[in-house]
């Protein structure tokens, strides 16, 4: 596992986390129920934060109290990827993600970073909904990380600092933070931009001090990070629609009864009809408070971008994204 070969003090932050979540399972252990650890990295006005906290809710109740989630978000331990190893190592229960990062740990996952690979919203619902969205939560069982649901992530756009992105041309000379992705990486390299990998809570200082240029998300993320109060033009290229997903540890997973299963699986679905209203309802809202912010929303023609990712698309053919992305296609 990456933690054990990476250098000792570049994971520091990991371990302290360790610590800290060793310190808290001592506690756990007192209180009758169970407690389930979770990570993401959201701030707590994020709608996916509510989502997080109705499934909380739910599995309390569902449960008679017996159940219990207790959620640390806003990257209190660590980037995705580092929870996810967390994750791995039992350290923690429940990480939410973006299924970007976990490209590195199930190629698969690859294919919501192709760059228009889905036609429409209904699309992307009939992949996730069907038997590709099913097929592709339990590829990683064997890496120990087992898929519960997927939540609406919305589509992904570039923001940016000093000028607007009309067109692929103007990312010439910028960088662009990507999430850790080579997908994401090869995507802005296809469009003729630099491609910066960075964690998602390192993004606001880097965009403050000028270490990048820009960076691509979807719309509550660019208000509730603040990342607006940097970034004042919003281009609605709509490039990639990449799903969150919340994971268990094949571990916790198997230490829970039929019954808890059951309890945590009904909470978990509840959390995602919850999650796909307010992301509807919050969506108009969203870009009027990004307006008042002073964002100017930009509109451009997405053929351009789309032409500039033909060759990346042929690129794929024949790796594990690929093979996932011809069925994505298929689908109706
Ligand atoms: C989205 C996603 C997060 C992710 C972030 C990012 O906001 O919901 O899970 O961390 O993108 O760009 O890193």
């Given at each position: 596992m990456s933690l054990f070969r990476t250098p000792l003090l570049k994971k520091l932050p990991t371990l302290i986390a360790l610590a800290i979540l060793t310190i808290t399972i001592g506690c756990g252990k007192q209180s009758s129920g169970i407690v389930l650890r979770m990570a993401h990295t959201l701030n707590t006005s994020h709608p996916v934060h509510a989502a997080m906290e109705h499934m909380a809710e739910q599995l309390k109740e569902s449960s008679s109290g017996q159940m219990e989630l207790k959620i640390y978000p806003g990257s209190q331990l660590g980037s995705e990827r580092e929870t996810i190893e967390l994750l791995q190592l039992g350290a923690i229960d429940l990480v939410k993600t973006s299924t970007s990062p976990l490209e590195g740990f199930i190629?698969?996952?690859?294919v919501f970073g192709i760059p228009y690979v889905f036609r429409s919203e209904k699309h992307f619902w009939n992949v996730l909904d069907g038997d590709i969205g099913k097929q592709l939560m339990e590829l990683g069982m064997d890496k120990k990380l087992r898929g519960l649901c997927y939540y609406d992530a919305g589509s992904r756009s570039f923001y940016t600092k000093g000028k607007p992105i009309q067109s692929p041309a103007d990312l010439k000379g910028l960088k662009i933070r990507v999430q850790n992705s080579q997908t994401s990486i090869r995507m802005i390299e296809a469009m003729g931009g630099s491609a910066t990998p960075i964690a998602f809570g390192e993004l606001y200082t880097a965009l403050d001090q000028g270490v990048v240029d820009g960076a691509e998300n979807n719309p509550p993320s660019l208000l509730t990070s603040r990342h607006y109060e940097v970034c004042k033009y919003y281009s609605l290229d709509e490039h990639t629609m990449v799903p969150d997903i919340v994971l268990i540890g094949t571990e916790t997973w198997d230490r829970l009864t039929e019954e808890q299963r059951e309890w945590l699986q009904a909470a978990a679905d509840s959390s995602v009809t919850f999650q796909r209203n307010l992301w509807q309802q919050k969506t108009q809202e969203t870009m009027d408070k990004l307006k008042e912010g002073g964002v100017e929303i930009i509109h451009p023609d997405k053929q351009p971008f789309r032409d500039a990712v033909k060759e990346l698309h042929d690129s794929f053919k024949g790796t594990e994204a690929g093979k996932w992305m011809e069925a994505v296609l298929k689908q109706e």
């Amino acid at each position: 596992m990456s933690l054990f070969r990476t250098p000792l003090l570049k994971k520091l932050p990991t371990l302290i986390a360790l610590a800290i979540l060793t310190i808290t399972i001592g506690c756990g252990k007192q209180s009758s129920g169970i407690v389930l650890r979770m990570a993401h990295t959201l701030n707590t006005s994020h709608p996916v934060h509510a989502a997080m906290e109705h499934m909380a809710e739910q599995l309390k109740e569902s449960s008679s109290g017996q159940m219990e989630l207790k959620i640390y978000p806003g990257s209190q331990l660590g980037s995705e990827r580092e929870t996810i190893e967390l994750l791995q190592l039992g350290a923690i229960d429940l990480v939410k993600t973006s299924t970007s990062p976990l490209e590195g740990f199930i190629p698969g996952m690859g294919v919501f970073g192709i760059p228009y690979v889905f036609r429409s919203e209904k699309h992307f619902w009939n992949v996730l909904d069907g038997d590709i969205g099913k097929q592709l939560m339990e590829l990683g069982m064997d890496k120990k990380l087992r898929g519960l649901c997927y939540y609406d992530a919305g589509s992904r756009s570039f923001y940016t600092k000093g000028k607007p992105i009309q067109s692929p041309a103007d990312l010439k000379g910028l960088k662009i933070r990507v999430q850790n992705s080579q997908t994401s990486i090869r995507m802005i390299e296809a469009m003729g931009g630099s491609a910066t990998p960075i964690a998602f809570g390192e993004l606001y200082t880097a965009l403050d001090q000028g270490v990048v240029d820009g960076a691509e998300n979807n719309p509550p993320s660019l208000l509730t990070s603040r990342h607006y109060e940097v970034c004042k033009y919003y281009s609605l290229d709509e490039h990639t629609m990449v799903p969150d997903i919340v994971l268990i540890g094949t571990e916790t997973w198997d230490r829970l009864t039929e019954e808890q299963r059951e309890w945590l699986q009904a909470a978990a679905d509840s959390s995602v009809t919850f999650q796909r209203n307010l992301w509807q309802q919050k969506t108009q809202e969203t870009m009027d408070k990004l307006k008042e912010g002073g964002v100017e929303i930009i509109h451009p023609d997405k053929q351009p971008f789309r032409d500039a990712v033909k060759e990346l698309h042929d690129s794929f053919k024949g790796t594990e994204a690929g093979k996932w992305m011809e069925a994505v296609l298929k689908q109706e």
